[in-house]
């Protein structure tokens, strides 16, 4: 995959034709981005065609993504009902919402197109336990799903509270459906926006205050428009930090920064109202990072017009593990193109204040 196959790619994202080599390094580098369903629906709108098996591999991906999307609208339907009756302070975040809701007046991505692996919902950290009760209520286990034995291995108190002091994550809450094409579905609380338990509390808890429900294709308690593209702002940023994630390229998924394109190019957005909440929480270097990212790889004059007052170097790179930090020696569209991203980093004292 080469830098103008890339930009091809980034243009039929943004609607515009190019022209686009058929092979299976196209298809390997969609998949792996999870913007397959995306591509192929907004190639298919620009009557781009491709060869026989790459179209076949691409609209099946479509439509099992649709699929996936309509049986899951069902179980976030059940369980935002579930949190709205219950009255608990949370918002759903991310994928949930954008399938779902409006933003701007209009969907941002239509059934397929974007697909979730799981459900996230956002709470304060004294929320936890209300919409945990909540969930076990409608069935849901900590633990993890078996996919050999296609059962869910419950977790111990003791995995539990490790995740939660280690991740700023609560243990998954699981259930298995009898879908043979999503057999579980898995649904995350999360009280943390960065790296450690109790980082950004105070903006946390200003964005669960800020949500309110909408009624979309499923009526869905989310945050309000500008939270919510901050808030896959700071997730994104999260995900460049953590070590674990960049083994695996989590900081590299194209369908993230697709959700932040696709969020400023929707109108939803009040940007004075963003500049407020960002100086008054010291946000700056961090949502100036991800906004060069998604500058970087979208070229659109338009959203470099917009956020180019945010300025911000990438994070180091932090392995809490083995107490080691390392930088980049490259730049994101080269991390995005590159097959191991660890070749690219320099590993650096740990206590250097540099970021």
């Not at 059962?151 to 003791?158: A, C, D, L, Q, W």
């Not at 194209?254 to 969020?263: P, T």
Request: proline fraction near 3%; charge should be neutral.
């Amino acid at each position: 995959m080469t830098k103008e196959d890339l930009f091809g790619i980034i243009s039929v994202l943004k609607g515009e034709y190019a022209t686009i080599k058929n092979d299976r390094t196209l298809l390997g580098f969609l998949l792996l981005n999870r913007i397959g369903g995306l591509f192929y629906k907004r190639a298919e709108m620009l009557k781009i065609n491709f060869l026989p098996k790459v179209d076949k591999l691409l609209r099946d991906t479509f439509f099992a993504q649709k699929r996936r999307v309509e049986f899951m609208r069902g179980e976030i339907g059940t369980i935002s009902d579930a949190l709205i009756k219950s009255s608990a302070e949370c918002a759903f975040l991310k994928g949930s919402a954008l399938t779902n809701l409006k933003f701007g007046g209009q969907n941002i991505y239509s059934d397929g197109e974007r697909v979730s692996n799981d459900i996230d919902i956002l709470v304060k950290p004294d929320g936890i336990k209300e919409t945990g009760d909540v969930l076990t209520a409608l069935g849901y286990v900590q633990g993890r799903y078996d996919r050999v034995r296609n059962e869910i291995e419950s977790f111990s108190r003791v995995e539990i509270l490790k995740r939660r002091m280690t991740r700023g994550e609560v243990a998954p809450y699981i259930k298995l459906t009898g879908n043979a094409e999503c057999p579980f579905i898995e649904v995350d609380i999360n009280f943390s926006l960065g790296n450690t338990p109790h980082e950004d509390t105070e903006i946390l808890c200003e964005m669960v205050d800020s949500a309110s429900v909408s009624y979309g294709k499923i009526p869905l308690k989310t945050l309000h428009s500008e939270y919510f593209f901050l808030h896959l702002l700071l997730h994104q940023y999260k995900e460049c930090e953590l070590y674990f994630s960049i083994v695996r390229q989590k900081d590299t998924d194209l369908y993230k920064l697709a959700d932040i394109y696709y969020f400023i190019k929707s109108g939803a957005l009040d940007w004075a109202k963003i500049d407020n909440i960002v100086s008054k929480h010291s946000l700056e270097s961090k949502v100036g990072a991800v906004l060069a990212q998604v500058r970087e790889i979208f070229h659109d004059k338009e959203l470099t017009e917009l956020t180019k007052k945010y300025v911000g170097v990438q994070p180091q790179v932090i392995d809490y593990g083995t107490k080691r930090k390392f930088r980049w020696n490259a730049g994101y569209s080269e991390r995005v193109l590159q097959g191991d991203p660890l070749t690219m980093l320099e590993e650096v004292p740990y206590d250097t204040d540099e970021k």
